[in-house]
């Protein structure tokens, strides 16, 4: 349709019509630069050059940060007290605000007709997660509950009670489900992990503390009871004032049916299968030994 | 609902044997079942206590509510200004079938500040910046409502009159005993002559 153009096109139609470029007739935007802060130099800030008048201050020979004289440090006086104990093993969430979500729906970045994943929202570029830097996924936040109007099949590591009421509210299906640190880089990033030519390994189940949490209805948990999970939809819609929509009435009810197995990690793909990138393929074992610990 | 339901179930047998991974879902199941069963009795010495605790809340039907929005009051720059957060629910006591009759009389009579001049209860909120949470505020007010206008005069069980008869009869015979006693003193420092 159109001719791919040659890097610079007009510019070098505009150079062969102009004189020679030197550094004469060279010069930087307005603007484009800045000049320093020049500090001590010039009538007014020369003699004692910003310094002030002797002692310590003018001479360069201040104590050290926190100082206070000889007097116990505020830093110091105070008793330790472990806020900050395990930081680094506690498993953060990426907050994933509705507004936000709304907003690549609306632009089209990541598509409402198809069940929203972890790569979904990150091929979409709407979430950055670092797996290494102790993130455990994505939590759904209901800032912009107002103003959320879009009916989709969600699945997030935690999610809060408002954010469930904006999506079931719009007739949609949130499911909270737990990744492993594993699982989740390869969830992440699949096209890496395929190239690498290992076998889907299965997603791990979640540890003693995070397991209440995923076997409460009301939390949406992908291991907890659907019976129950159906009360919770009723109750949650009776606290927040919407009439719960009827899901198996929508012509999208098969898409927003799908949910993922427990050990699965991504739709379509099962554990243990091999997929082979560069010729397209995929590989499943055969031998019973491995079908059994991979269906286990 | 139900077909929903079975759906989903189905939807869980997408991968390879669903069956043992089940196995696995239960016995972390049977785990947590374990813990659960230290709080089942609670002894209470009367009936009273179970009373403020039941669970029969009365449904409340949104469809028959009268939901509308409003700007809130107070200071909040141009958020309060704008957003309209401020979240009232109304609807006509004497035409609500969903309380019971002898309930909406109460409520009537309780609330009569609440009570518009068309005899519809009147519920704000706007505890909040967000529109849903004010509303779910304003539900939560009206089944406290119903709830305390619900509440029926304490009965005493059979536990309860035997218990109260004992207790009486328990005094009686011990302000007798005392009296008794009391005497039996007296008469022992009275002196007799003769």
Same mark, same amino acid.
């Given at each position: 349709m159109s001719f791919p153009k040659k890097p610079g096109g007009k510019a070098l139609d505009v150079l062969q019509n102009l004189p020679r470029i030197t550094l004469a007739n060279l010069r930087p935007e307005p603007g484009a630069r800045q000049t320093d802060k020049r500090r001590g130099r010039g009538q007014h800030g020369g003699n004692r050059s910003g310094r002030g008048h002797k002692g310590e201050r003018q001479r360069g020979n201040r104590p050290r940060l926190g100082f206070e004289g000889g007097q116990t440090p505020f830093y110091l006086a105070i008793p330790k007290y472990g806020f900050n104990e395990g930081h680094s093993r506690r498993p953060q969430y990426h907050p994933l605000t509705l507004k936000r979500l709304q907003y690549l729906i609306d632009l089209g970045r990541v598509d409402p007709t198809q069940p929203i994943d972890l790569t979904q929202l990150v091929n979409a570029r709407? =979430?950055?997660?670092?797996?290494?830097?102790?993130?455990?996924? =994505?939590?759904?936040?209901?800032?912009?509950?107002?103003i959320f109007a879009a009916k989709i099949n969600i699945e997030v590591q935690r999610a809060t009670e408002g954010a469930i009421a904006a999506i079931e509210r719009n007739g949609g299906v949130i499911t909270t489900s737990f990744y492993d640190p594993i699982s989740l880089d390869i969830l992440i990033k699949p096209v890496p992990f395929f190239v690498r030519g290992q076998p889907i390994p299965k997603r791990m189940l979640p540890g003693e503390d995070m397991l209440p949490y995923y076997t409460s209805a009301d939390n949406r948990g992908y291991l907890a009871d659907p019976d129950k999970i159906q009360q919770a939809r009723l109750a949650l819609a009776q606290k927040y004032g919407y009439i719960l929509p009827d899901i198996s009435k929508d012509e999208l009810y098969h898409m927003l049916a799908m949910r993922k197995d427990i050990r699965q990690i991504f739709f379509g793909l099962s554990p243990g299968w091999v997929v082979n990138m560069p010729e397209k393929k995929i590989l499943k074992p055969t031998d019973e030994k491995l079908l059994k610990y991979y269906s286990s | 609902m139900a077909a929903f339901i079975a759906r989903r179930s189905c939807v869980f047998c997408r991968c390879v044997g669903i069956n043992v991974i089940r196995?696995? =879902?239960?016995?972390?199941?049977g785990v947590l079942r374990h813990t659960n069963k230290t709080f089942q009795s609670s002894v209470s010495y009367g009936t009273r206590e179970t009373a403020g605790t039941q669970e029969t809340q009365v449904h409340i039907p949104v469809e028959r509510l009268t939901i509308s929005y409003s700007r809130s009051s107070g200071p909040g720059g141009q958020h309060v200004n704008k957003v309209s957060t401020k979240a009232e629910v109304r609807f006509h006591v004497q035409t609500a079938e969903w309380i019971p009759e002898d309930v909406r009389e109460k409520i009537l009579e309780k609330n009569k500040t609440r009570i518009t001049k068309a005899g519809e209860l009147l519920v704000t909120s706007e505890l909040s910046r967000s529109q849903q949470r004010n509303l779910s505020d304003c539900i939560q007010k009206i089944s406290a409502i119903i709830a305390e206008a619900s509440e029926k005069p304490h009965e005493p069980t059979a536990e309860d009159i035997a218990l109260r008869a004992a207790r009486l009869e328990k005094r009686n015979k011990e302000r007798l005993r005392k009296k008794k006693i009391h005497s039996a003193t007296k008469q022992n420092r009275r002196v007799d002559f003769d």
């Open positions: 709407g =979430v950055t997660i670092q797996p290494l830097k102790r993130d455990y996924g =994505v939590q759904l936040v209901d800032e912009g509950a107002d | 196995q696995h =879902v239960t016995l972390r199941n």
